[in-house]
């Protein structure tokens, strides 16, 4: 049962033009949504978060969207740079759990 | 800054073979997680550690154990290896109030 799912396994851009990565979710407990990037043999390393009392967050090039009523969130990357190509992983959790579930990835490849 | 460090990073088994994989943090955090990676199945929380002297079940905790040595260390057994439990698995902790992880290279297990 997979609470949280990133339907889209790769996404391919042109540098310079925007990025966009979904994610949706099934458990409308979680509260608390983050992406993480990660590199081929690294760990993921965190990228942005956003809390359910927001529908946005921003952080320089990177943007994420919270649509709670979709139980749907995406990241926005503009402008995208050939450093951005990864594996994006969305990951959602409830305020009173530590059990942090995480979507199956998008490879994201930027063009240059 | 070492972050999280897990040791090793590679290991081949044998089918029954046991194993146990060595984590530990420099960050302070209470908490600390042991995920597998698979591909098209994203990251899969095997156990958690709320805290030290707390081990709690995860999505996929059946054929591991666990250990909260102290607050730096948390380590994954195998008690009989399977060959379904090839993975990559990764360590991570996180602060209590942060919410995001901070994860480890990861160790690439396979068994034959």
């Known amino acids: 049962d997979q609470q949280v799912k990133q339907n889209s396994p790769s996404l391919s851009v042109q540098e310079g033009r925007i990025s966009i990565l979904n994610c949706d979710y099934t458990?409308?407990?979680?509260?608390?949504f983050l992406w993480y990037k990660k590199y081929p043999a690294e760990g993921p390393t965190f990228l942005i978060s956003?809390?359910?009392?927001?529908d946005k967050n921003e952080d320089g090039r990177f943007t994420v969207f919270l649509n709670k009523s979709a139980k749907h969130l995406s990241l926005h990357i503009v402008p995208s740079q050939p450093g951005d190509s990864a594996v994006y992983f969305c990951?959602?959790?409830?305020?009173?759990?530590?059990?942090?579930?995480f979507g199956a990835g998008t490879r994201l490849t930027v063009k240059p | 800054n070492a972050g999280v460090t897990q040791t090793p990073k590679f290991q081949v088994l044998k089918t029954g073979q046991s194993m146990t994989l060595q984590c530990a943090q420099d960050?302070?955090?209470?908490?600390m997680y042991w995920y597998r990676q698979d591909p098209g199945m994203g990251l899969r929380l095997i156990y958690y550690?709320?805290?030290?002297?707390?081990?709690d079940k995860g999505e996929v905790p059946n054929g591991y154990n666990v250990s909260r040595l102290n607050k730096r260390e948390f380590s994954l057994r195998l008690e009989s290896a399977a060959p379904s439990q090839t993975s990559v698995y990764f360590c991570?902790?996180?602060?209590?109030?942060?919410?995001?992880?901070?994860f480890g290279e990861g160790s690439r297990l396979t068994v034959l």
């Open positions: 458990n409308s407990m979680f509260d608390y």
């Open positions: 550690s709320a805290s030290e002297g707390t081990t």
């Open positions: 990951a959602a959790r409830t305020h009173n759990n530590n059990d942090m579930r």
């Open positions: 960050m302070n955090h209470n908490s």
């Open positions: 956003i809390s359910s009392i927001k």
């Open positions: 991570a902790s996180s602060g209590q109030l942060a919410g995001e992880l901070f």
